[in-house]
């Protein structure tokens, strides 16, 4: 009987040693490309969801693609609640800017984590359009508050907003294959 859970015990051990190397792998990958980022926030960032324990890659980019959307998600409803109390209109202007560019983020994020994880390659590469597309919403913010020379009230949200959705991209990317060299004829 003792060997048998003994067994299953060095299972269970050798198991979960595989699926932290692959958080940590992919985290290590991430932080070599993107050094300003780091591999402690990409591990804690993952961490933030259970489910990253036990993903295999492509898992882990479909987490990352869930974390960035509940990210966008939270200051779509922090641009909401600004735009409410604005006075100013121009500045309610800007604000809508934020709030169509975020809920666009929302939308292409989902949809990016739902083409990772159909597993396959015009998916994989439909899930880096959607994500780069989603990348773009932290500058757009920005743009639209710095081309009037106002202070962006959301410059926080959209510089961790930007970090998740490096991250989701960076992952997803990684599962892509690589395009293939032209054909050339004699």
């Known amino acids: 009987m003792r060997a048998p859970l003994t067994y299953v015990f060095f299972l ?9 190397s692959t958080l940590e792998g992919t ?22 969801d259970n489910s ?5 890659a492509r ?8 974390i ?22 121009r500045r309610r202007q800007r604000l809508g800017v934020c709030a169509e560019v975020y ?16 597993g396959e390659d015009r998916s994989t590469r439909d ?7 989603a990348l773009d919403a932290p500058g757009t ?14 410059a926080a949200e959209d510089a961790e907003f930007r970090k998740l959705a490096t991250i989701a991209l960076a992952v997803a990317a990684s599962l892509a294959p690589p395009p293939s060299a032209p054909r050339i004829s004699d």
Do not use: M, W
């Open 103 to 118: 809920s666009d983020a929302v939308d292409q994020l989902g949809e990016a984590a739902e083409d990772i994880a159909r």
């Open 59 to 66: 898992g882990l980019a479909a987490i990352a693609a869930r």
């Open 141 to 154: 913010c920005e743009d639209a508050f710095g081309e009037a020379d106002d202070t962006s009230p959301l």
């Open 68 to 89: 960035a959307a509940a990210a966008a998600n939270s200051t779509a409803g922090r641009i909401a609640a600004l735009r409410a109390s604005e006075e100013d209109a």
């Open 27 to 48: 985290c290590k990958s991430f932080a070599a490309g993107h050094p300003s980022i780091g591999y402690s926030y990409c591990v804690r960032t993952f961490r933030a």
């Open 52 to 56: 990253s324990a036990t993903a295999d």
């Open 127 to 133: 899930a880096l359009a959607q994500l780069s597309a």
């Open 12 to 20: 269970l051990l050798i198991s979960s040693t595989c699926e932290s």
